[in-house]
């Protein structure tokens, strides 16, 4: 049974990059077949999709976000992380990492709360 | 980008009772569409996938039905345990892109 673990900073400041790593357990990144992906959600509202990375480095993201994400993955440690830039309060909000197979999403993480204010 | 939305945004249900929620796509999203609960301070839990099939460990009382741009979830009689709320997904266009959610709690 795959679980995974998000872990990072909790607080960001403004116009500064937010980043996370996601630990993936009782299974490989590296055996293919499913893509990793981050997803966030705002305080009290809907999810939002972020993007998407496979093991061999192929990333995917959500054009809204596009021009401020980066996913990447090291095989080594069965981690994949995300990055975003310049973040504002608008970005903050609980982020998600979770298992697909570029279809829904199975399983989840449990999430860490990222809040952006100096 | 498809444009999920969700009805009611609550339904207030009775413990034994059923329970219908609703999802419209912008545009056709075919059968590529997956319902999730999400409880109180916790992940999404996935509950159907391909409109209509059962994830691994759900309940039979949780069904899923629809295509193209109209969906509904039914929960046939309602336990405590599945008081949350409930979101719909689709995964036929890029991005993939959520409903709102419809939260349901008890009457």
């Known amino acids: 049974q795959v679980q995974l673990q998000e872990s990072g900073p909790g607080l960001v400041k403004p116009s500064q990059t937010l980043s996370l790593t996601c630990t993936v357990s009782?299974?490989?990144?590296?055996?293919?077949?499913?893509?990793w992906s981050w997803i966030r959600q705002h305080p009290g509202k809907g999810l939002e999709w972020i993007g998407y990375?496979?093991?061999?480095?192929?990333?995917y993201y959500n054009p809204s976000l596009k021009s401020r994400v980066t996913i990447s993955v090291d095989t080594s440690k069965n981690q994949f992380s995300l990055k975003l830039s310049s973040v504002t309060a608008a970005d903050t909000a609980v982020y998600y990492c979770?298992?697909?197979?570029?279809?829904?999403?199975?399983?989840w993480g449990q999430g860490t709360l990222v809040t952006v204010s100096s | 980008e498809i444009v999920m939305t969700q009805s009611p945004a609550t339904l207030s249900v009775s413990p034994g009772e059923r329970a219908t929620l609703s999802c419209r796509a912008s545009?056709?999203?075919?059968?590529?569409l997956a319902w999730y609960q999400q409880k109180p301070g916790q992940a999404p839990r996935l509950l159907i996938y391909?409109?209509?099939t059962r994830a691994t460990g759900i309940p039979a009382r949780f069904s899923g039905s629809g295509s193209g741009t109209e969906f509904t979830l039914t929960i046939s009689s309602l336990q405590s345990e599945d008081f949350a709320v409930y979101y719909c997904?689709?995964?036929?266009?890029?991005?993939?892109?959520f409903g709102p959610g419809t939260k349901v709690d008890i009457k």
């Open positions: 979770a298992k697909s197979v570029r279809t829904w999403f199975d399983p």
């Open positions: 009782g299974g490989s990144i590296s055996s293919g077949g499913y893509y």
């Open positions: 990375i496979y093991y061999s480095g192929s990333t």
């Open positions: 545009q056709s999203v075919s059968s590529n």
């Open positions: 391909g409109a209509s």
């Open positions: 997904q689709q995964y036929n266009n890029w991005p993939r892109t």
